[in-house]
């Protein structure tokens, strides 16, 4: 069974860079893509962007020029950087397997405050 | 950008009821849609993938149609545990773009 696991700081100060990290296990990292999407509280769900195992990229443009997505094929990983951080950046963070999204892992809240 | 749209926002329904949702793409997505569960604190859940393809594990009364612009999901008969909030989800093009929601409440 596939299963996604997120990492990294709950709390981010504004104009800092988030940085998650997504471990997958049960499964091999090399292959399919690999999603990270958002929840700000009480809202629905953003799509941030992807990977692909070959290390392909595609970013939402609403945050394609603050976000960049990478990975970690020795450590079956991969991990998200969004810079210049806002409150309106405040949500719970998602990784999941695929354009389709059919693995999710349990979310990482992040608060942007001082 | 393709907008998805839902409908109702909300419903409220009770045990054992025949449950509809409606997904609108603003163009053409062929069956290019996804549907998600998502309970109050928790990850959504993939119910169903290309429109009509239920995913391993889910139970069959859940189903998925359509194809182009318009698709619903079904619950053919509602349990105490799907009371829950459901998305729809393009990957047609992107970015990939989720639906605002459907929110299914217990009358």
């Known amino acids: 069974q596939v299963q996604l696991q997120e990492s990294g700081p709950g709390l981010v100060k504004p104009s800092e860079t988030l940085s998650l990290t997504c471990t997958v296990s049960g499964g091999s990292i090399r292959s399919y893509y690999w999603s990270w999407i958002r929840q700000p509280p009480g809202k629905g769900l953003e799509w941030i962007g992807f990977?692909?195992?070959?290390?392909?990229?595609n970013y939402n443009p609403s945050l394609k020029s603050r976000v960049s997505i990478s990975l970690d094929t020795s450590k079956n990983q991969f991990s998200l950087k969004l810079s210049s951080m806002t409150a309106a950046d405040t949500a719970v963070y998602y990784c999941?397997?695929?354009?389709?999204?059919?693995?999710w892992g349990q979310g990482a809240l992040v608060t942007v405050s001082s | 950008d393709i907008q998805m749209t839902q409908s109702p926002s909300s419903l409220s329904a009770s045990v054992g009821d025949r449950v509809t949702i409606t997904c609108r793409a603003s163009?053409?997505?062929?069956?290019?849609l996804a549907w998600f569960q998502q309970k109050p604190g928790k990850a959504p859940k993939s119910l169903i993938y290309?429109?009509?393809s239920l995913q391993s594990g889910v139970p069959s009364k859940f189903s998925g149609s359509g194809s182009g612009t318009d698709f619903t999901l079904t619950i053919s008969s509602l349990q105490p545990e799907d009371f829950a909030t459901y998305y729809c989800q393009q990957y047609y093009s992107y970015p990939l773009t989720f639906g605002p929601g459907t929110k299914v409440h217990i009358k």
């Open positions: 999941a397997r695929g354009v389709a999204q059919d693995y």
């Open positions: 163009q053409g997505i062929s069956n290019y």
């Open positions: 990977i692909y195992y070959s290390g392909s990229t």
């Open positions: 290309a429109a009509s």
